[in-house]
């Protein structure tokens, strides 16, 4: 493969797995300029093979692909294992947005709570992402099964969903004046680090059709469910002790709220990306009944 064909390969493979907005950002990952990467990626814009900003056509990438002669990583020539990197590095991102929530919280950071909802429009460019991928692969093969394929977007929009409920958590940093008091710090961190132990279980059982997993799920939703009664609970008994004439002071609570209910959505969106592994792997639809009325 010639120097120029393999910066090719690498500028294509950085937008597939890493999402770049701008040219200035592929240079300076890749250690080129960007007037480079502009003259090699222009041919490919004027095709439409990528799309601005940016998105590859799997179609037609598929067939630069084969042109290289060297070019022999089968991730990058087999779709389906192409849309499962895409989500596990959505997965990772999502993994740092909830991060980067939760430490604004933690630090009452105003500046890290808007890192984090800014990190949502990535979170959101790779749904699409996603999307376009998994439509592609179902058009260049007429063997893939049409309702298992779709299942690759259920998951991306689990965490699209659960990259919004990391937004509720910078939310209340960026709109409320209080700091969180120690005792119920300590009920977050804890639901917190169960969280995101539950995507990692889910999207392990998903990428890497390790379903057995999903007992040791349902134990941490199980924990995660006491954590939010102990911890509303504890909010309840502050409710009492303060005055509703502080208007402020009523807005605190009902955020923190809404804090709480996050990670115990996050939980839940976990146990459904879970259903969605089951579903994949092994054939057993999915439970119809909403979780809700499921208890």
């Known amino acids: 493969m010639s120097k120029k064909d393999?910066?090719?390969?690498?500028?294509?493979d950085f937008i597939l797995y890493e999402n770049p907005s701008t040219q200035d950002e592929i240079a300076e990952k890749l250690g080129i300029t960007?007037?480079?990467?502009t003259?090699?990626?222009q041919p490919l814009v004027k095709d439409g093979t990528v799309k601005r900003a940016y998105m590859i056509d799997l179609k037609s990438y598929e067939k630069i692909a084969e042109s290289l002669s060297d070019y022999t990583a089968p991730k990058a020539t087999t779709g389906n294992a192409l849309v499962n990197d895409m989500l596990s590095n959505m997965a990772h991102h999502v993994h740092s947005q909830?991060?980067?929530s939760f430490d604004a919280i933690l630090e009452h950071d105003v500046d890290k709570a808007n890192k984090a909802l800014e990190m949502d429009f990535a979170t959101n460019n790779m749904v699409e992402k996603i999307r376009t991928s998994v439509e592609t692969i179902m058009s260049i093969n007429y063997h893939s099964e049409f309702s298992k394929s779709l299942l690759y977007n259920e998951v991306a929009y689990d965490l699209e969903r659960i990259g919004d409920y990391c937004g509720h958590l910078a939310k209340f940093v960026i709109n409320d004046v209080y700091e969180i008091d120690d005792n119920i710090v300590k009920?977050?961190?804890?639901?917190?680090?169960?969280?995101?132990?539950m995507i990692r279980l889910a999207m392990k059982a998903f990428i890497e059709a390790e379903t057995h997993l999903k007992d040791d799920l349902m134990e941490l939703e199980d924990s995660i469910h006491i954590m939010q009664s102990k911890a509303i609970n504890l909010i309840a008994t502050q409710m009492a002790e303060s005055s509703f004439d502080e208007?402020?002071?009523?807005n605190y609570f009902i955020y923190l709220f809404r804090v709480i209910k996050a990670f115990d959505r996050i939980g839940d969106i976990s146990v459904e990306m879970m259903d969605v592994a089951v579903e994949f792997h092994?054939?057993?639809?999915?439970?119809?009944?909403?979780?809700?009325?499921?208890?």
């Open 187 to 197: 009920k977050l961190k804890k639901m917190y680090k169960t969280a995101q132990k």
């Open 6 to 12: 393999k910066t090719l390969k690498d500028i294509l």
């Open 98 to 100: 909830l991060e980067t």
């Open 39 to 41: 003259q090699l990626l």
């Open 282 to 295: 092994e054939n057993i639809p999915r439970p119809t009944t909403p979780r809700s009325f499921r208890y």
């Open 247 to 250: 208007k402020e002071r009523s």
């Open 34 to 37: 960007r007037r480079y990467v």
